[in-house]
């Protein structure tokens, strides 16, 4: 009876995994021989991409509030060096990140810790990140995932709405290289195959962004994982100023291969509708305001007032 019900569902799970054709992949993917699942078909392979707080979005920035409790982040640990990880892993390239660089303040509720960074980009230095401010993509842009600090793994943290906070970078092009990107861009010949790794010593996270004096405009919105399940945990960060990097370096993630033999190109998930939500801008409305007194003050002085 038992060994009935097991066979029966090694069927079921077997049919439909036929049926859905198995795993999911970028859109640059979708023509390849083998097939895969699309950005369009990721409901397919995991529900949630179809709910209605998905991410990236495309950031208007005319529309968004400006929310003054929106200060500076805090980072805890972010100027300690660590040898770390890089890999290959069919769809991006991941950094694994140690636990111990910590983020807090800017309005979220928590203390949130580092679990790893990872990378989304175009072809050949050409628009591939996933966020887009008023319609513009960026070459490339950068995920650093936390966790709340009492999770143990992202698995519990993603049945947490603010569970996840990912702190989103984007690049430009620049004329000279990044010098503090050569360990990573040096590393990606090594790890051009799905699966292959190597280790990238004396980084810190300090070096991989920008200054603390350009990180103070950022936008903030809820959403989600941009792969596959989708889960919408995320309270997301995305900051306005975008990081150097020439030509050559961003052309670097080019040379990397999906599991298929093509080039790893276009490793991002297009934007997604943003259903009613609010999307917050930090900064202060303190000058604005001032503004207005002024011109009240002004104005009475010589019998006149502001229309209501
Ligand atoms: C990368 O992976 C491929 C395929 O699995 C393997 O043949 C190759 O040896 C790996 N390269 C390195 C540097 O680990
Ligand atoms: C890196 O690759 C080696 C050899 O292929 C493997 O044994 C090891 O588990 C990999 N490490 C990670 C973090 O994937
Ligand atoms: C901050 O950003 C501006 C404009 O993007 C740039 O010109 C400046 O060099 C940056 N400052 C630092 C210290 O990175
Ligand atoms: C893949 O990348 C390599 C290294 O950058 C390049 O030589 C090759 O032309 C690329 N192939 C395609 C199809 O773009
Ligand atoms: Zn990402």
Redesign the pocket.
Known sequence: MRMHILYGMFFLFSTLKTSSGAEWCYQSQVTCAKPCQGPSKWTEVAMTCGGQAQSPINIVTKKARTDERLKPLHYTGYQFGFHSDIINNGHYVQVSLPDSAKIDGGNLESTYKTLQLHFHWGA?GGPGSEHTIDGEQYPMEMHIVHIKQEYHSISEALKDKTGVAVLGFFYQESGSSNKKYESIVNALKYITQPGNNTTVKDLSLDMLIPSQENLTTYYRYQGSLTTPDCDESVVWTVFENAIPLSKEQL?AF??LSFADG??MTGTYRPVQPLNGREVYRSGSVVVWVNTVVLLSSVLAAVGLSLPD
Request: proline residues 0%; hydrophobic residues 0%; without cysteine.
């Open positions: 050949h052309s080019s040379q093509k080039n």
